[in-house]
């Protein structure tokens, strides 16, 4: 069971907004510490989709966004498209654990 | 552009070790750190620690620490992950990725992945 708790999956019809919570504690997110997201799509290696809450690195749709509040954070992809089909995940740093992933969220569109 | 090449895949019997290198190009090695993060097949990233290849400092996970060792030759912008008594439950694809210029922990440039078996 991870620090980080995501739900294992959501879906969504093309065109419709998700979003995939990312519940934490007061000793990473709730302690200030931001949180990142990443996604992987089938057999590669993971990229680097919000950085610091809600910054987006160059290259990566405004259609994904980022936000935290309190101990916990979300991502939300609107106009979901089927590219978007791939797992995802929040990272955040731990007082003790130092660098920690949620446990992954499937995206699935419908 | 920024690369970040790794060793190829291996397999390794229990209690051996492995050494994973991942050389990095296109930036200025000792300006980020490196991390390392591995995925058992079917399961979800796991932060294994990092490496500054600046001044050679590490942060290491807990769950690690004892058995992990991360090193970097900054002549050959080369960086290393040595993990020691190897059991069945290591048996992972294992990534390098570059830190990101306002975190050390986020990986923003990713390698290929070495994927190491760990079996009798």
């Known amino acids: 069971q991870s620090v980080l708790t995501q739900p294992p999956s959501v879906s969504g019809a093309p065109g419709q907004r998700v979003t995939i919570s990312c519940i934490g504690s007061?000793?990473?997110?709730?302690?200030?510490?931001?949180v990142h997201w990443y996604q992987q799509l089938p057999g590669t290696a993971p990229k680097l989709l919000i950085s610091?809450?809600?910054n987006r690195p160059s290259g990566v749709p405004d259609r994904f966004s980022g936000s935290k509040s309190g101990t916990s954070a979300s991502l939300a992809i609107t106009g979901l498209q089927a590219e978007d089909e791939a797992d995802y995940y929040c990272?955040?740093?731990?007082?003790?654990?130092?660098?920690?992933f949620g446990g992954g969220t499937k995206v699935t569109v419908l | 552009q920024v690369q970040l090449v790794q060793s190829g895949a291996e397999v390794k019997k229990p209690g051996a070790s492995v050494k994973v290198s991942c050389k990095a190009s296109?930036?200025?090695?000792?300006?980020?750190?490196i991390i390392w993060v591995r995925q058992a097949p079917g399961q979800g990233l796991e932060w294994m620690g990092w490496?500054?290849?600046?001044?050679?400092?590490?942060n290491y996970a807990q769950k690690l620490q004892g058995r992990v060792s991360m090193t970097t030759d900054t002549s050959t912008n080369t960086a290393y992950m040595d993990l020691r008594s190897l059991r069945s439950d290591d048996t992972a694809m294992y990534y390098c990725?570059?830190?990101?210029?306002?975190?050390?922990?986020?990986?923003?440039?990713w390698g290929q992945g070495t994927l190491v078996t760990v079996s009798s």
């Open positions: 007061s000793s990473n997110i709730g302690a200030g510490y931001d």
């Open positions: 490496i500054s290849p600046y001044n050679g400092r590490t």
């Open positions: 990725a570059r830190g990101n210029s306002g975190y050390d922990y986020v990986a923003e440039y």
């Open positions: 990272q955040s740093y731990d007082s003790s654990l130092s660098g920690l």
């Open positions: 296109g930036y200025a090695f000792t300006t980020y750190g």
């Open positions: 610091g809450n809600n």
